[in-house]
């Protein structure tokens, strides 16, 4: 079961965009739309902050979008904060329930 | 409020066997699926397992498959985790977490294992 492809590590000046991009196959993110995204700050205990691809929880902030596209989903950061300096995790349903997290994207605020 | 307490994890020679509880209060536990999520030192989340709501269909990470068994206590709103033959690569922070929408929406504060030589 192959981890989804993630960049390792982001970089971005407050206020700014950053998008991270979570590649799969057509057997995961390109065939289900049950993507979500999670933030990890070191330590803390993972928060999903994006669910059925472009779903944000109540209490999320709406500078996280999501978004998919084929084989590959992205996660969107909108004026970029420095309490948004965290790990992040793509996951994706991928069929006879079971599931498969992304790499992770090291995210950092400049 | 949904609550989800790991516990039973601890330091287990290689080859042997602990069993993992996720105690839950908010909700019910019959209504949800849970999932069991690690991360090794150094490493990213790895999905493990996951048991439906029903409580008869369980899936494991081909990683875990033949090792790891899920199980739950209505009465007692918990979910375990039976680890055996556990091997070096199973060290890391186990974390359970309640099902909605095929997405993780609330996790636990998690529980360490490590499997030492």
């Known amino acids: 079961q192959s981890a989804l492809t993630q960049p390792a590590s982001l970089s971005g000046s407050p206020t700014q965009s950053i998008t991270i991009s979570c590649t799969g196959t057509?057997?995961?993110?390109?065939?289900?739309?049950?993507v979500s995204w999670y933030q990890h700050h070191p330590g803390k205990v993972p928060k999903l902050i994006i669910f059925?691809?472009?779903k944000r929880p109540s209490g999320v902030s709406n500078r996280f979008s999501g978004s998919k596209s084929g084989n590959t989903a992205s996660l969107t950061i909108s004026g970029l904060q420095a309490e948004d300096e965290a790990d992040y995790y793509c996951c994706s349903y991928r069929r006879s329930n079971t599931w498969v997290f992304g790499g992770g994207t090291k995210v950092t605020v400049l | 409020q949904v609550q989800l307490v790991e516990s039973g994890g601890g330091v287990v020679q290689r080859g042997g066997s602990l069993r993992l509880s996720c105690t839950t209060s908010g909700f019910t536990l019959s209504n949800s699926g849970m999932h069991w999520v690690r991360q090794g030192p150094g490493k990213g989340l790895e999905w493990v397992a996951f048991l439906r709501n029903d409580g008869s269909h369980k899936c494991y990470a081909d990683s875990v498959q033949g090792r790891f068994t899920l199980s739950r206590d209505i009465s007692k709103n918990t979910l375990y985790l039976q680890m055996d033959s556990l091997r070096d690569e199973d060290t890391a922070m186990y974390y359970c977490?309640?099902?909605?929408?095929?997405?993780?929406?609330?996790w636990g504060q998690g529980t360490k294992v490590t499997v030492s030589s």
């Open positions: 059925d691809v472009t």
């Open positions: 057509s057997s995961d993110v390109g065939g289900y739309d049950y």
């Open positions: 977490a309640k099902d909605t929408l095929d997405a993780l929406d609330i």
